[in-house]
């Protein structure tokens, strides 16, 4: 196969943005899966683990159809081969400090999962952007097949996102339930705090039947008085 020509080039480097996310993800969801306690969270972050794996390995293949390398960042000439060594080295290397660094987050089980969900949420809107700027770019040059394929990633990641979305205001009340007394929590609420305005108004205000009664009052009193003036 000849030299990629500037339109491969361009979309080789947005694919190569994408790989390397991708592979940094791998990384951080194996940390991410070892901490997860939660079943049904734990089940979801494997199953995204074999997506991402599965998306690399697609961005890939599709890199060497346009006659570039897979390599995580764009390379064309001698300086840019340069500088995506560096990088890439670079991008190994945070990748691998990202399962120590992430095992000491939050100070419970659910503060940790919570954590990592919120950076899970925000890598996957960073993945969305990513794929629809390879998907417009392709469609925008005529390139069908590389639309496509990141078309079906992107769709993937918003179903990801999605899961995400729900489970973050899930582990958040457990992180309240783990880490904040009862008590506390009940405090907090709109109704008890109405309950402790009811309490510590209750000797200066009249209740509802103390006042329905009065008013009674008034009005017979009323109807008395106007029954002897007409006498």
């Known amino acids: 196969m000849g030299e990629p020509n500037t339109r491969d080039l361009k979309l080789v480097q947005y694919l190569n943005e994408a790989y390397g996310k991708e592979k940094e993800l791998e990384t951080a969801l194996q940390a991410h899966i070892s901490m997860t306690t939660k079943a049904p969270y734990k089940k979801r972050l494997q199953q995204h683990l074999k997506e991402t794996k599965g998306h690399a390995r697609e961005v890939e293949r599709r890199i060497k159809q346009l006659g570039g390398k897979a390599e995580g960042t764009p390379g064309p000439g001698p300086v840019g081969e340069a500088a995506s060594a560096v990088t890439a080295v670079a991008s190994k290397a945070v990748a691998a400090a990202q399962g120590p660094l992430h095992a000491l987050r939050g100070t419970g089980e659910s503060e940790k999962m919570l954590k990592n969900a919120k950076s899970e949420y925000s890598n996957e809107f960073e993945e969305i952007a990513t794929y629809t700027a390879i998907e417009t770019l392709a469609e925008t040059v005529g390139d069908k097949d590389t639309a496509r394929l990141a078309r ?31 008590a506390e929590r009940r405090r907090s609420t709109p109704r008890a705090r109405r309950n402790r305005a009811s309490r510590s108004n209750g000797s200066s205000a009249p209740s509802s039947s103390a006042r329905r009664t009065t008013s009674s009052r008034r009005s017979t009193g009323s109807r008395r008085a106007s029954s002897g003036s007409r006498s």
Do not use: D, N, Y
């Open 152 to 182: 079906g990633i992107r769709r993937e990641e918003e179903r990801m996102a999605k899961f995400l979305e729900g489970q973050i205001p899930q582990l958040t009340k457990s992180v309240a339930r783990e880490e904040i007394p009862a």
